[in-house]
T-cell receptor, first 114, second 111 residues
Framework: GAVVSQHPSWVICKSGTSVKIECRSL??????MFWYRQFPKQSLMLMAT?????????EQGVEKDKFLINHASLTLSTLTVTSAHPEDSSFYIC??????????FGSGTRLTVV | GENVEQHPSTLSVQEGDSAVIKCTYS??????FPWYKQELGKGPQLIID?????GEKKDQRIAVTLNKTAKHFSLHITETQPEDSAVYFC??????????FGAGTTVTVRA
């Protein structure tokens, strides 16, 4: 089936630095990607929707200047957490929409900001 | 926007028994209802889904039912096994393709 490869699986960074998370669709083209954040023992919260070649649409309360999303190709979407702080520590997950088939999720990235 | 409620938050069952998780949704325009299983430190994996033109769907030990009038859908797992222990999420989406997730159910299957 369709696979979304997400990297890195975990990352530790210092407060104030930036971290980039990549999601690649393997063997299919992902026109639309979704980015979620999940805190421990909580549900997935949608952060933004990215469409290839256009600006991402952010959910209310999500800082677009802090969470930069780039979807420059049909197989790659990236999320950059800029000037990360400890409160940004979370599990970040991407998902690709497969028209007519549903969604496929990446394996997630555990971000720890120290 | 869509609001999905999920119950129970935790569920403990004896191996071999059935597990049932229920969800309700608020947006009558929602037309796609997937269920995901998430293991610790991993992304969600689709286990079954149903669309609004179908009332029930079954895949081996897993079944989902949908009541559009009442706006609720349920996951049924029969003959539970220890490997079924995980967190399960229901979700709903409509024309904007955004998925709204329930709060999750932690299922523990006791051997």
């Amino acid at each position: 089936g369709a696979v979304v490869s997400q990297h890195p699986s975990w990352v530790i960074c210092k407060s104030g630095t930036s971290v980039k998370i990549e999601c690649r669709s393997l063997d299919f083209q992902a026109t639309t990607m979704f980015w979620y954040r999940q805190f421990p023992k909580q549900s997935l919260m949608l952060m933004a929707t990215s469409n290839e070649g256009s600006k991402a649409t952010y959910e209310q309360g999500v800082e677009k200047d802090k969470f930069l999303i780039n979807h420059a190709s049909l197989t790659l979407s990236t999320l950059t957490v800029t000037s990360a702080h400890p409160e940004d520590s979370s599990f970040y997950i991407c998902s690709a929409l497969l028209t007519g088939s549903g969604y496929t999720f990446g394996s997630g990235t555990r971000l720890t900001v120290v | 926007g869509e609001n999905v409620e999920q119950h129970p938050s935790t569920l403990s069952v004896q191996e071999g028994d059935s597990a049932v998780i229920k969800c309700t949704y608020s947006d009558s325009a929602s037309n796609y209802f997937p269920w995901y299983k998430q293991e610790l430190g991993k992304g969600p994996q689709l286990i079954i889904d149903i669309r609004s033109n179908v009332g029930e769907k079954k895949d081996q030990r897993i079944a989902v039912t949908l009541n559009k009038t009442a706006k609720h859908f349920s996951l049924h797992i029969t003959e539970t096994q220890p490997e079924d222990s995980a967190v399960y999420f229901c979700a709903a989406s409509s024309h904007d393709y955004k998925l709204s997730f329930g709060a999750g159910t932690t299922v523990t299957v006791r051997a």
